[in-house]
């Protein structure tokens, strides 16, 4: 469980990072927080001929609410995002997803843009990125581009970013007003990657309908998902128990879990809609009450 | 004025260093030393019919690559068989290097010595072996049935060893049996998985011809011994150190592991200190583990309860080698019948070969099965008969002590409990719990739709096996005292519980006492810590030697101060005449005038050659007859069986029936292990156990895939359990002292683990109202279980 030898490349800035990056070509990867990468390293599974470290690149290493729209650079911590005052109160769900996220060794370290960019589709920062309609800013030799959430997660550990670019900024607009949201998973111990996780919003108008909704689900397929079929059954209608549950229920023709050594396929959908309701319930909840 | 530590709860001596970054374990020796590596078999089963280690041995930084090929004399032999048995059909060690058939992932083939762990794994890639894979044997009760794929080829099924044993009229008393029952249970494969993983640190010095070995091992005599056969040298010129060990639990006791021989061997015929640092990947493809076993019991009860007769057939899964013979299984059939009296038992017990990594002692040992086997009957019984299982258990309690079981014991010898009260121990646990509210509490979350349930788990503990264990004990001229006993440490209390005991003999403040464990320079002979045995067998070896250190003492001190050896007293650190406290020797200046010879420095020393020269005075010599220099003994205690620990445990779950979730809201432990040294410390090891025995219920399982590939060997797959997923242990004992050694004491290491599948699984049983017969149970099984999704 050693590493194969790379090369090491500390870069001060962006540019020089992508620089770096276009001239070694396909075997040089970028290393942020390296909680992912350097298990992968260890097991021989990634022999990268060289790492671009983005540790040193102080640009990329910001974390703030600007207005309404949580912005991070690609390096901003996991830890950092917990430290954020007044983010819980915010927008709940992206607190108590954070908090899931491992243990804190490894939340001190790892980055939200290395999680995005390594797409696990039982990783919590994808589908706060989906649920939020985020965007991410890439830097490549052609310059800067911004790819929405909905486009940026093709399947399992694949994304839209290139080779040579570098995620450079994280964008999650904040809904305000009557909201209510949570993030609640099973995992099989405290720390490990969810089983299956659900990150529910809800906004209620004065009239006691729901506004907007949002559903997005973890570990149940290739990648994060949003839940179209439960957001149309619950935009619009009377947030009561028996909506909720036809809303959940829906998710059942969106998921597609696998089955491993950690449990069956139907194991897993079980659980997927257990914490979709819970997590539906909560952010209705939550609503109602931001509204007294 | 006498204190006595004996009983009381001292902080661990070791803590400070332990827990400050300042322990010294094998990674830290010979820091300069080339490193090894493996090639390990990919297949679980296959002729290694070539092994090209050219490109290998060009990589820069490589020193030297070895196969089978290199090895020989009794290098080239299989590894010792350490428990052999005449009931073992087939015994089968393996080679230090597979010769040409590797029968479990991971078996090691070739051995890389290189510069640094880096460049070994590079040359690793290099080396190319010529697989022929051939049909494995996996699954336990496939393996044992018609036509199973054979897990070694030389043999025609795969049996490794059958033993059966009958104590009272099984049939008959099955016949005149009014209710008869067939069950099966189940617990799946797991592993001790210490924080630690092993090591061999290993330095031949030629000029010297002397060979110092480090080794994360329990038992370093052991190693000691053993190399010095295989290598042909002097005993005395072969040393073993175990030092700090990062936890044990019985992976680190096998003697010999491939890796032990081959980086000694290594550092002999290469000339250079030699490093093997196993890492986590290794361990869980290339060292012990253990559970594996399928009982098929068949029961015969009385209308109130009583177990009239009982048949117990069973598999256990050796893996692919079994050093350790026929141990573990016969440690479950041996103490399958727990607290109760069965008069009719009868075993039969199939050890099977299986293509997957050899099976040896973890933790328990072989008695978690047998008391989730025992305490899922006497469940299964009460519910049958409509009965409450706290009055089955009752009911078919051992009454009577000595209790001889009627089979025989892991030490060749009849199994006989020494001592016990268990119907005082159940109330101890009942009272903790306070049954009747908690019966009270079930019902009315029952009636608010929770799911939960009470289990109930016992179980006896037989410890302190021999065959022996020693201690030195030697008072220095500055009046500490020096132990040292023959075996390590894995993080217990050793230091700090002989210390106890030192201290309280010759009335010498703690903190002068220093222990040294598992280092054969200190003391050559020795057995091992496993088994629950240290406390009871290498303890009492301390009390002894004191005692003598104790005479040795009173009869210098009686010379010196004119009186009768039983005339003096010791206290604070001295020793005095009996009603003259000014009339006293402080034991370092007696250490001196025992030894007449020049200290030289300090002032004590002055003191201490005038106490010498009083023996002139006397027309005496300075060493009567029968006497030696120095205030000093090494003795050995040597037990004639085992001594049997209890106790009981009582789990309260709450099971989230969407998720399958099963949260522990109370665990309470009841626990005897006689008289105990150091409540702290007995504490500690009844909470690791306990997590270890969630970890068995809940979480744990070595996962193979059909064609013997380990599906889960890293730590995010193998689900170990993590404090986050401990309850709070409620814990309560009591004190039956051992008739049978001079402490009073029984063993504890093992204690804590070994009834907690069982009382999951009773509780879970009781929640669901459906049999649990399988372990661990994951959240899945629950679920299956309780009918919300069909099994996989
Ligand atoms: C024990 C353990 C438990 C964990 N549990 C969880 C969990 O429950 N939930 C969870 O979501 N995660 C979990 N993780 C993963 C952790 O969150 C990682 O930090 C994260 O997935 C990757 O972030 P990183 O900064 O460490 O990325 P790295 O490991 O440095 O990189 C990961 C990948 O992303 C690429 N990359 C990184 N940054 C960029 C960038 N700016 N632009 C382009 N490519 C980039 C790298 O080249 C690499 O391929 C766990 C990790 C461990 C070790």
């Known amino acids: ?292 | 004025m006498t204190t006595r530590l004996f009983g009381e709860r001292v902080a661990r001596s070791e803590d400070r260093r332990l827990l400050t970054g300042r322990g010294r374990y094998t990674g830290d020796f010979e820091p300069a030393a080339a490193h090894a590596a493996f090639v390990r078999s990919d297949f679980a089963h296959a002729r290694i019919t070539g092994i090209d280690v050219a490109a290998a041995q060009a990589v820069p930084g490589v020193l030297d690559v070895f196969t089978y090929a290199d090895l020989a004399d009794g290098f080239a032999d299989r590894l010792p068989l350490l428990v052999p048995s005449d009931k073992l059909i087939a015994p089968r060690t393996q080679h230090a290097l597979a010769k040409d058939e590797a029968c479990y992932a991971g078996e090691v083939l070739a051995m890389v010595v290189a510069r640094d762990r880096y460049v070994a794994e590079d040359a690793l890639e290099r080396i190319v072996v010529e697989y022929e894979p051939l049909p494995a044997a996996v699954d336990l009760d496939r393996a044992a049935g018609p036509n199973a794929p054979l897990a070694h080829l030389d043999m025609t099924d795969n049996l490794a060893g059958l033993v059966t044993e009958e104590t009272g009229d099984v049939d008959a008393a099955f016949a005149a049996a009014p209710h008869v029952y067939d069950w099966t249970l189940r617990m799946e494969r797991s592993a001790s998985m210490p924080i630690e993983t092993r090591g061999v640190v290993a330095r031949y010095d030629e000029r010297e011809d002397r060979l110092l070995v480090h080794d994360a091992t329990q038992a370093p005599t052991g190693v000691r011994f053993g190399l010095a056969m295989l290598f042909g040298m002097d005993p005395d010129r072969v040393h073993v150190v175990a030092p700090d060990v990062g936890g044990g639990f019985g992976v680190k006791v096998i003697q010999f592991y491939p890796e032990e021989v081959l980086v000694p061997w290594a550092a002999r015929r290469l000339g250079v200190p030699v490093k093997w640092i196993e890492d986590r990947r290794e361990h869980f493809l290339g060292s012990n583990h253990e559970r594996g076993q399928i009982h098929h019991v068949h029961v015969g009860a009385a209308d109130d309860g009583r177990i009239l007769a009982l048949e117990d057939r069973f598999l256990h899964d050796t893996g692919a080698y079994c050093s350790y013979g026929l141990i573990l299984p016969i440690i479950t059939a041996a103490q399958l019948p727990g607290p109760y009296d069965l008069e009719n038992y009868r075993y039969e017990l199939r050890s099977i070969f299986t293509n997957t990594v050899p099976t040896s002692p973890f933790r328990g040992a072989g008695r978690p099965h047998a008391a989730y086997v025992m305490e899922r009957v006497i469940e299964r019984v009460s519910k049958e008969l409509n009965l409450d299982s706290l009055d089955v258990r009752r009911r078919n309690f051992v009454k009577e002590f000595p209790h001889h079981v009627g089979v025989t014991f892991q030490d060749g010898g009849p199994t006989v409990y020494d001592s016990g009260d268990y119907p005082k121990g159940l109330a101890t646990l009942l009272e903790q719990l306070d049954l009747e509210r908690t019966r009270t509490e079930i019902a009315t979350a029952r009636a608010e739709g929770r799911t939960v349930g009470l289990g109930f788990g016992a179980y006896v503990e037989g410890t302190g096996i021999g065959p022996y264990e020693g201690a030195s004990v030697s008072i220095n001229p500055d009046g500490t005292v020096s132990v040292a006993t023959a075996h390590g440490s894995q993080g217990q209390a050793h230091e700090t519980v002989f210390a106890q005991v030192v201290a309280d003999e010759l009335q010498v403040p703690f903190e002068r006492v220093h222990v040294t464990t598992g280092d054969t320079r200190r003391l050559g002979f020795g057995v091992g810590t496993f088994a629950s045995r240290t406390a009871v067998v290498a303890g009492n070896a301390v009390l002894l030697a004191t005692t003598e250190v104790k005479r040795q003492a009173a009869a210098v001190a009686a010379r010196i101060l004119e009186v009768a050896p039983e005339d003096v007293v010791f206290a604070d650190g001295a020793i005095h005449v009996a009603g003259a406290p000014d009339r006293s020797i402080p034991l370092g200046r007696l250490a001196m005038a025992s030894n007449p010879t020049r200290y030289a420095f300090g002032a004590d020393a002055e003191e201490g050659a005038k106490l010498s020269q009083l023996a002139y005075e006397g027309g005496d010599r300075p060493l009567p007859e029968g006497s030696h220099p120095g205030l000093a003994a090494t003795e050995y205690y040597s037990p004639t069986s085992g001594v049997f620990g209890f106790g009981f445990h009582a789990a309260l779950v709450e099971i989230d029936l969407e998720t399958g979730h099963v949260d522990i809201l109370r665990y309470v432990v009841h626990h005897d292990s006689g008289r105990i040294i150091n409540p702290m410390v007995v504490e500690g090891q009844i909470h690791g156990g306990v997590a270890q025995g969630i970890g068995g219920a809940l979480y744990e399982r070595i996962a193979y895939g059909e064609e013997g590939q380990m599906l889960n060997a890293t730590f995010m797959d193998f689900l170990m359990v993590t404090a986050a997923e401990m309850p709070r242990i409620e814990e309560v004992h009591t004190e039956t002292p051992s008739p049978n050694n001079p402490l009073g004491i029984k063993g504890v290491g093992e204690a804590g683990t070994i009834p907690v599948s069982a009382t999951i699984a009773n509780a879970i049983s009781d929640a669901l109202n459906t049999p649990v017969d399988h372990m661990p149970v994951t959240p899945e099984e629950v679920l299956t279980l309780a009918g919300k999704i069909e099994s996989p």
């Open chain 1, 1 to 292: 469980m050693k590493p194969a030898a790379f090369e090491y490349l500390a870069p001060r800035s962006v540019e020089e990072a992508v620089a770096l990056l276009a001239e070694r070509g396909e075997d040089a990867k970028v290393i942020a927080g390296g909680q992912s990468l350097v298990p992968m390293m260890a097991f021989r599974l990634a022999t990268p001929a060289a790492l671009v470290d983005l540790n040193g690149v102080s640009e990329l290493d910001h974390a703030r609410v600007d207005r309404d729209t949580l912005v991070l650079g690609a390096t901003a911590r996991h830890r950092s995002v917990q430290e954020l005052a007044g983010l819980r109160e915010r927008c709940a769900m992206v607190a108590e997803a954070v908090g899931l996220i491992g243990h804190p060794p490894i939340r001190n370290r790892g980055t939200a843009g290395g999680s995005i960019a390594h797409a696990d589709p039982a990783a919590e920062w994808p589908a706060l990125l989906l649920a939020l309609d985020g965007e991410v800013d890439a830097m490549g030799p052609g310059g800067r581009r911004t790819i929405a959430a909905a486009d940026l997660f093709r399947t399992y550990f694949t994304t839209a970013l290139a080779p040579d670019e570098i995620l450079t900024e994280v964008r999650l607009p904040l809904p305000a007003g009557a909201v209510g949201s949570a993030f609640v998973e099973v995992a099989q111990r405290h720390g490990d990657f969810a089983v299956a996780g659900a990150g529910a919003l809800m906004i209620v108008a004065d009239d006691g309908s729901v506004a907007d909704a949002r559903l997005v689900l973890i570990g149940v397929r290739d990648t994060a998902v949003r839940s179209v079929a439960a957001e149309t059954i619950l935009r619009g209608a009377s947030p009561t128990d028996p909506v909720l549950d036809d809303a959940t229920n829906a998710i059942r023709s969106e998921i597609d879990p696998v089955s491993d050594v950690h449990g069956s396929s139907a194991y897993r959908r079980r659980v997927a809609i257990a914490v979709a309701r819970r997590a539906v319930t909560l952010a209705r909840d939550r609503a109602h009450a931001a509204v007294a």
